[in-house]
């Protein structure tokens, strides 16, 4: 079953600029993780945030988690064409090892 | 080796047949999981196995049944499969860590097998 909702659920824009996804989440977390899916393809692991952090850089990527609404965001800086994929928010329950997926943003960068 | 292999890649049967689906890995990681993506969703949890034993079924159909005959191998075996079967399945793994509620598991996934049932 899924986790939480993201939006945008699409979202395109031209190389260069900045893309912001959004992941809110139900349960109580251990840590929550962003994966990219190239079209039909397995899923890469990006970057991981733990729930007593608040921000974290990767790169490009900067992530931050806000536990009280349950929420996170995944920025993109400096967009490139390759970036065109699907992002996937996920969290693990705290005694489980389920990992659990978002509903995704499917991002388009233009040349 | 830092890869899943999943085999087939595609595979295509019918309602009566029986096949399985096969994942493999070699980076020691003692949980493995099975997903089923549809077309423009997120991939669904359906299995997972801590150290061999399978720690959570998520209400899936006996027509798919899971099977990890030793770490580094995890099986589906599908029978009698329906049409809304067909999908992306994705295999995927993590290291266990020994500390409960600590963990952080990365998942590493292999490239599916997409299945379509006629």
């Known amino acids: 079953s899924q986790q939480g909702e993201e939006d945008p659920q699409a979202l395109s824009i031209q190389e260069g600029e900045n893309a912001t996804m959004n992941c809110s989440y139900k349960?109580?977390?251990?840590?929550l993780q962003w994966y990219r899916q190239n079209s039909g393809r397995g899923l890469v692991h990006l970057i991981l945030i733990r729930s007593n952090e608040r921000e974290k850089h990767s790169g490009r990527l900067r992530v931050t988690l806000d536990t009280s609404k349950k929420s996170s965001s995944l920025l993109i800086t400096a967009s490139r064409a390759a970036d065109t994929a699907s992002y996937f928010c996920?969290?693990?329950?705290?005694?489980?090892?389920?990992?659990?997926f978002g509903a995704g943003t499917r991002l388009t960068v233009k040349p | 080796d830092t890869e899943v292999t999943q085999t087939p890649k595609h595979l295509v049967m019918g309602m009566t047949n029986k096949k399985s689906l096969k994942c493999e890995q070699h980076m020691g990681h003692r949980a493995m999981y099975w997903y089923k993506q549809k077309a423009k969703k997120p991939p669904e949890l359906m299995f997972v196995y801590s150290y061999e034993k399978l720690s959570i079924n998520e209400s899936v159909p006996s027509r798919f049944s899971p099977e990890c005959p030793n770490s580094s191998l995890l099986n589906l075996h599908l029978h009698a499969l329906q049409p809304e079967d067909s999908a992306l399945y994705l295999c995927a793994s993590s290291p266990l860590l020994a500390t409960r509620g600590s963990g952080a598991n990365v998942l590493t996934f292999g490239a599916g097998s997409r299945l379509t049932v006629l």
């Open positions: 996920a969290t693990g329950s705290r005694i489980n090892n389920d990992m659990r």
């Open positions: 349960t109580s977390i251990n840590n």
